[in-house]
């Protein structure tokens, strides 16, 4: 959404670049770090993350800064209020409970997905559960399922945009990271209407997404499926879970 130049207030976007500058990868920061992150001055970044700590959202020992607990109330407040998590919770525990799989609501944000909901075991483990696959986790989106099913539902100009300069790091053996075949895959994903993703996000670990369209067909969302090579080949999953997915996101069409 664009705004006026006039109703954009600067220090609020900054001070938002500086918490985003935290992940997996750096967990903990320094005012160098945070500057070069999020893309200020050293000395801005330090009275941010100052600004930060003395609120509560972050937490220090002199030297290097580190996320507070204070800050899941954003993503709190999302789950509770936000719709869509709202919607897909029981389906997905269902899911759970009826194979003993793990599934996941997925979102697009920019280079990544983000998990807005996440199956739980009810009482039976789940077969597989890959690293970082946790509510509000955030993935890349080119080498995960969710992610290309997504990226398959923008129009021409848009895929052309996100594509445009971009590098894909290689994260297993197995990921794409060629560009040409990664539009080619996407290509694959938006005439199969469905992507698999073998152990390019993680070793062991197959994917398998279909998206979570409205009534208007607009893509809101993706469903996603995870499971271990030792238990099911890709063959397998196409062959039954892929009519399951399937059969479940035609079901939520009405409530999206």
Request: hydrophobic letters at 45%.
């Amino acid at each position: 959404m664009a705004i006026e130049r006039a109703d954009f207030i600067e220090g609020m976007a900054k001070g938002l670049a500086v918490l985003e500058s935290f992940d997996t990868e750096r967990q903990r920061l320094n005012a160098k770090l945070a500057a070069q992150r999020a893309g200020i001055t050293r000395a801005a970044a330090r009275r941010h993350l100052l600004t930060l700590t003395h609120l509560g959202y972050l937490e220090t020992d002199g030297s290097y800064f580190w996320l507070a607990p204070k800050v899941l109330r954003f993503c709190g407040s999302y789950l509770a209020s936000a719709r869509l998590p709202r919607v897909l919770q029981p389906t997905l525990n269902r899911l759970a409970a009826q194979t003993q799989q793990s599934f996941s609501g997925v979102v697009l944000d920019g280079d990544e997905v983000v998990i807005v909901a996440q199956s739980g075991g009810h009482g039976a483990p789940v077969r597989v559960l890959a690293y970082g696959l946790h509510l509000g986790a955030r993935l890349p989106a080119h080498a995960t399922s969710t992610g290309r099913v997504l990226l398959a539902s923008l129009d021409a100009a848009a895929f052309k945009a996100w594509c445009a300069g971009r590098t894909l790091p290689r994260l297993t053996p197995h990921t794409v990271t060629q560009m040409a075949a990664f539009r080619k895959v996407v290509a694959q994903a938006r005439r199969d209407d469905y992507c698999l993703s073998s152990e390019e996000h993680e070793l062991d670990v197959h994917a398998l997404a279909v998206p979570l369209r409205n009534m208007q067909g607009r893509t809101v969302a993706a469903l996603n499926l995870v499971a271990s090579p030792r238990h099911v080949t890709a063959d397998r999953l196409r062959r039954e879970s892929l009519p399951l997915l399937m059969a479940t996101a035609r079901e939520l069409r009405g409530l999206l």
